[in-house]
């Protein structure tokens, strides 16, 4: 029975390649967007100080990762002790959604297809539903650059991290980890007003994404051998430009992209009106143009195939010991 692990892993992975995240369909994210979105108010009210805001971020970046592990554990549970079938099906289904791959893969497509439809403001306005900076005045190489550097950075924590986790600690671990993100995404920001009530669970994050950012990486690299036959020439940029990135991880994925695809990512960027330029990442001769969005999605794609196997091969035989 064991064994049926490494199935249901495999049919979560399934689900998401065909499913996606249809709106009509509850999701455990959405969820948590609302908790946060409760508590960081609730959490203004009671503390004002800096400090106590940064004691409430910690009791939140500790609460809503150990109730989604804990509901979702006695969930599976108590599913299991109605039929174990039953159990096997919730694994399955609460396993699916912390998996984001084909929904990452629709936002692109949508902005790639108005840049070809040549509408370029409605291609700002899709690249603003995956992006954080200002999407107004953006070129069209900016709106790809944007695009790419968000299938990359999603790459690891939206693809590579859930289904790590998946296999490490089954759903609650993945969820507990989708907790974490979720809390970075919303209020784990250094600007104010969330500079104090968001630092754990942007430490946080930054630790629960080491090992998935790195992995990414890899498996990016391998990729780029097998679709474009740049594997050194991908490791070796990753190599060079991973740690030009404020972020301790996000330029891990990063740099294996720009490597693959023979871009420069990284650059200007406004944020709120603030301009913020970051290092230049990739080669500079060569910028970001709207083809290189498909590019991008086969990689994420041919990444995600590669860890499904692994991960599908490594819980096999942790479950058969």
Request: net charge positive; proline share 6%.
């Amino acid at each position: 029975m064991n064994r049926m692990v490494a199935v249901n892993l495999l049919a979560a992975c399934v689900l998401d390649r065909i499913l996606g995240d249809p709106r009509w369909l509850p999701h455990p994210v959405r969820w948590m967007g609302v908790v946060i979105g409760r508590c960081d108010v609730m959490a203004r009210k009671l503390c004002a100080s800096p400090n106590g805001q940064r004691a409430m971020g910690v009791l939140l970046a500790a609460f809503l990762p150990g109730v989604s592990f804990g509901v979702s554990w006695w969930a599976l549970e108590a599913a299991g002790r109605v039929h174990p079938w039953f159990g096997t099906l919730l694994w399955i289904v609460l396993g699916y959604t912390t998996l984001a791959a084909k929904d990452l893969a629709v936002h692109a497509w949508t902005v790639y297809d108005r840049l070809q439809a040549g509408s370029l403001s409605d291609a700002r306005r899709a690249v603003s539903c995956i992006v954080g900076r200002d999407a107004g005045q953006l070129s069209e190489s900016d709106v790809a650059r944007a695009t790419i550097e968000t299938v990359a950075e999603s790459t690891s924590d939206g693809v590579i991290a859930p289904l790590l986790y998946l296999v490490l600690g089954g759903p609650p671990l993945a969820l507990a980890y989708k907790a974490v993100n979720t809390l970075d995404s919303m209020i784990g920001h250094p600007e104010e007003p969330y500079r104090d009530i968001g630092w754990a669970s942007a430490k946080l994050d930054d630790l629960a994404n080491w090992a998935p950012a790195r992995l990414s990486a890899v498996l990016l690299v391998i990729s780029a051998g097998f679709r474009f036959h740049r594997a050194g020439e991908t490791w070796r940029i990753y190599r060079r430009d991973r740690f030009k990135h404020a972020s301790p991880n996000s330029g891990h994925p990063e740099a294996a992209m720009a490597g693959a695809l023979r871009v420069q990512l990284g650059g200007p960027n406004s944020y709120d009106g603030i301009p913020v330029d970051r290092p230049r990442i990739g080669e500079s001769h060569n910028f970001a143009h709207p083809r290189h969005i498909p590019m991008a999605i086969e990689l994420m794609w041919l990444a995600f195939g590669l860890a499904v196997v692994l991960g599908v091969f490594v819980t096999f035989l942790w479950n058969s010991a």
